[in-house]
Every structure is written in C-alpha cells, then in structure tokens.
C-alpha cells in the first residue's frame, strides 16, 4: 500500500528542537518531490519546504535557518529537523509527496510549542 | 511570492445545487494549480491538479477550469459528504503557496 507515516510530534518549550520523521512505503522517496506542509489550529495550509530528486532543498521563508529536510534513502523516510521553535510553529506537519501538487498525504503530527 | 485569493470564505448550499469557488493568483501561473478536499479533523485529498485534471478516483462532479490567474472549482450535484474546507494551491513558483479555504456547508 503506498502510504506515508509521520512521527515525532509533541510538545516543546519554545527554543527547542524537535525531529519528525516520514516513513514511506510503496514507492521510493529518493525518486520523488517530497515536502513539508504545516496547519495551525483552526487556520489553513502552508508550505514548509520541499526536497527534490536531486537533493536540492528550499525552504519558506517562516522556517529558513531554522528547519532543515533531509531524507535517509535507506530507511525510505523523510525527516525535518526543527529547531528554534516559536509558538507560532505550532501545527498539524503533515509530509506529502510532491509531483509538485500533492498527491498524497500523511495523517500528520502535531508539534505544540508552549512553556 | 504569489498570493492566492479565494471566494467566498464560506457557502451554505442545498444538497443538488451548483456549487463554484473561485481562486485567484496575484500573477500568472499558466495552468499550474490545484484543489485540495479537507473534510473536519482529516487530511487534505488533492481532488483537481494542473487546474482542469481529475485526479484518478475522484467522482466526476467535482471539475475545475481555468489559466493565467484566474480558476473556478465546481462541483455539478452538491452531495453531503462534500461537507468540507477546499483549498487552492499553485506549484507555478516556489514558495508553494494555498489560498485561504472555502468552508462549505449544506444549507
């Protein structure tokens, strides 16, 4: 079945860091688009960032300096590693396979950042 | 970074009506956007991609048009498990950028 599974949401004080993690399966992350998309409460979607093919990565402008995108070919997942995390960072971080629209979806986790 | 609008916010429709949303980009993104289906408490389900494209199981009903900077979504027959927040997004440029929803609801 071709599914992507996320992990490692929580809570986090502000100024931490927090990793989450995409597993895939069914298809093969390194050959594909992949990104980030990230939901506040009760708002709307917003792109995160995005790992192409190649390897190259970009970023929002919300999180630049402080989320990086990587993948493990090897385990088939997907990673964000977040750090210097603010209140406003707190959301539902689905991945999702880019082709670029996004055709499929994790469930999401979600990251709570509070003191 | 280009700026995606979207109208109405939110709409009260009869189950069998016509339903149109409209989404608009702050510049040309030729035919390169997409409708999203986020019904409460789930996922987002790509429902429309390079503006008129239905994606692979998605009930005819649902059909979208447009170019340039200006879309519409339609959905032919309202039925009541259409009861949720739709979203635009264009993938012309990066960064990818969504509208800001529609919530429809039945009237």
């Known amino acids: 079945e071709v599914q992507l599974v996320e992990s490692g949401g929580g809570l986090v004080q502000p100024g931490g860091s927090l990793r989450l993690s995409c597993a895939a399966s069914?298809?093969?992350?390194?050959?594909?688009?992949m990104s980030w998309v990230r939901q506040a409460p009760g708002k709307g979607l917003e792109w995160v960032s995005v790992i192409y093919s190649g390897g190259s990565t970009y970023y929002a402008d919300s999180v630049k300096g402080r989320f990086t995108i990587s993948r493990d070919n090897s385990k088939n997942t997907l990673y964000l590693q977040m750090n210097s995390l603010r209140a406003e960072d707190t959301a539902v971080y689905y991945c999702?396979?880019?082709?670029?629209?996004?055709?499929?979806w994790g469930r999401g986790t979600l990251v709570t950042v509070s003191s | 970074d280009i700026q995606m609008t979207q109208s109405p916010s939110s709409l009260s429709a009869s189950v069998g009506d016509r339903v149109t949303i409209t989404c608009q980009a702050s510049q040309d993104i030729s035919n390169y956007l997409s409708w999203y289906q986020q019904k409460p408490g789930k996922t987002p389900k790509l429902l429309i991609y390079d503006a008129s494209n239905l994606e692979t199981g998605v009930p005819s009903r649902f059909s979208g048009s447009g170019s340039g900077t200006d879309f519409t979504f339609t959905i032919s027959s309202l039925q009541p498990e259409d009861i949720a927040t739709y979203y635009c997004?264009?993938?012309?440029?990066?960064?990818?950028?969504f509208g800001p929803g529609t919530k429809l609801e039945i009237k």
């Open positions: 069914g298809f093969t992350v390194s050959s594909n688009y």
């Open positions: 999702a396979r880019a082709r670029p629209y996004f055709d499929l």
């Open positions: 997004q264009q993938y012309d440029n990066l960064p990818y950028t």
